[in-house]
């Protein structure tokens, strides 16, 4: 079945944008702490690492909320999406807070595992423990974008977020440098001025949702249905470990990174920041690819479900080559702009090199990724990350490490995780009946093992196929 780009695009497009303005508050955070020195971006680029595996359970409570509320839209059922998103945005404020807490008690304990020194260490502490206790802001703003994207509203959540990122741009600049009252209060300014910004969206949206002026309703009375947080969780669990997975395995790896000094892990942090901004492409196809899943699936439409995923991919794998070409092309002023240091230019430049190279591999997996946590199937997802993580990446760095290979070789490493997650998932993609879910919504989906799906991909390679990709997804 052909499936229109235009329809993937139309919930890309804004998608994409909503991700870029994000990605442009990372941005401003290196640039506003920059005249501090090596030791603040270093600081700054840990605590935000730290904050995103903080985000890990609201991340994942956004792949359950996708599916779920898509599902009973696409099924034509305005009160269960509701619903949905009323338990969602319930569940991130009780996740949120008591992760928080959790992370502010052993916030030295954390920091103390990148080796940094002293004063690095300090000013990281002092981000991440407000960063910690303020995160349910953000858990708050990434359930409302969700909920009103499963159901096709992409317009909205890009107002929230783009009111959002300009408070939190001009909240932090506010707080780090002292102005309008405010007292100068340096790296630890960061995370009060990002969550102040961003709590005056989250306040607005409060006040017309009980006003009952969007089309999903607040139904706090049936927030804590027993059968739909068990939905919830059933899809999210999985969700969940694979973000913590992916969080714990960034800050293992950038403790390897670390052992080459501070200008290489400074460098890492910025090369990181610098390829969120081709990420955020590929984010945008991976939502609308797990909107459009779910809402076809909802629909009886297996055959949409499926076609809807490779037209997200194509697109994903279009936009993100280009990107990446012109990311390398201009690595020298944007390493320029992000450090004032001579050798974490350097490393930056090197970095976006092996950034560029990935990003088709990171297309496919958010693409197909997002095509399959929006169907459901959220466990064999975790079982790829665990693959490319753990073993395209921490194995194989650990090897380049007890060898004395320079950062170049261990930065270059990423590419063996990306390989392996995309080569598994569109195997996994291939094999799935998606007209058993069709029937069956939320039915669980065994998980192959990778030998399994490897036998299967090569039986298929050198058999004959007729047509195209069908509902089967062969």
């Not at 139904?219 to 470990?241: C, E, Q, V």
């Amino acid at each position: 079945m052909a499936f229109s780009y235009k329809t993937v695009w139309r919930l890309a497009g804004p998608n994409i944008t909503s991700n870029v303005l994000m990605v442009a508050i990372s941005f401003a955070h290196l640039a506003i702490v920059a005249p501090f020195g090596r030791e603040a971006s270093a600081a700054v680029v840990t605590g935000g690492r730290v904050h995103f595996l903080l985000m890990a359970a609201s991340m994942a409570l956004s792949v359950a909320t996708t599916a779920v509320v898509a599902r009973a839209w696409g099924a034509d059922d305005g009160d269960e999406a509701s619903a949905a998103a009323t338990s969602s945005l319930v569940l991130s404020v009780l996740i949120s807070l008591g992760l928080g807490f959790i992370t502010f008690l052993f916030a030295p304990q954390i920091v103390h595992l990148f080796n940094l020194d002293p004063k690095t260490e300090a000013l990281a502490v002092g981000y991440i423990r407000p960063a910690s206790l303020l995160n349910i802001v953000f858990s708050l703003m990434l359930t409302i974008a969700t909920s009103f994207r499963a159901i096709g509203d992409v317009i909205r959540p890009l107002r929230f977020i783009a009111c959002g990122a300009a408070l939190s741009i001009l909240g932090s600049y506010i707080c780090v440098h002292g102005a309008f009252g405010v007292p100068e209060m340096g790296v630890t300014g960061i995370p009060w001025g990002t969550a102040g910004g961003q709590s005056l969206v989250v306040l607005w949206f409060a006040v017309c949702w009980l006003k009952r002026r969007y089309v999903l309703a607040p139904k706090l009375d049936d927030a804590l249905n027993t059968r739909r947080l068990r939905l919830l969780a059933s899809i999210g669990t999985p969700a969940a470990l694979e973000q913590i997975l992916i969080q714990v395995s960034f800050l293992l790896f950038m403790m390897l990174i670390s052992a080459y000094g501070t200008a290489a892990f400074a460098a890492y942090g910025i090369g990181i920041t610098v390829l969120s901004v081709t990420i955020v492409v590929g984010l945008g196809f991976g939502t609308a690819s797990a909107t459009l899943a779910g809402q076809r699936l909802g629909a009886k439409d297996a055959a949409g479900a499926v076609a809807s995923g490779w037209a997200a991919m194509r697109l994903a794998i279009l936009g993100m080559s280009l990107l990446a070409i012109l990311t390398f092309i201009f690595r020298d002023p944007i390493a320029t702009v992000l450090s004032s240091d001579p050798a974490v230019r350097e490393h930056t430049e090197f970095f976006v090199l092996i950034l560029a190279i990935v990003q088709p591999l990171m297309a496919v997996e958010f693409a197909i990724g997002g095509a399959l946590r929006g169907a459901g199937d959220t466990k064999f997802p975790l079982v790829v990350t665990f693959a490319g993580m753990i073993v395209g990446r921490l194995t194989i760095g650990l090897i380049v490490r007890a060898l004395g290979g320079p950062v170049e070789a261990m930065y270059a490493v990423i590419i063996a995780d990306y390989t392996i997650k995309a080569a598994l998932l569109i195997l996994r993609f291939r094999k799935i009946n998606w007209h058993e879910l069709e029937d069956h919504p939320h039915a669980p989906i065994a998980i192959q093992s990778v030998a399994g799906i490897s036998r299967v991909a090569v039986r298929s390679f050198f058999s004959r196929r007729n047509g195209g990709d069908n509902a089967q997804g062969k």
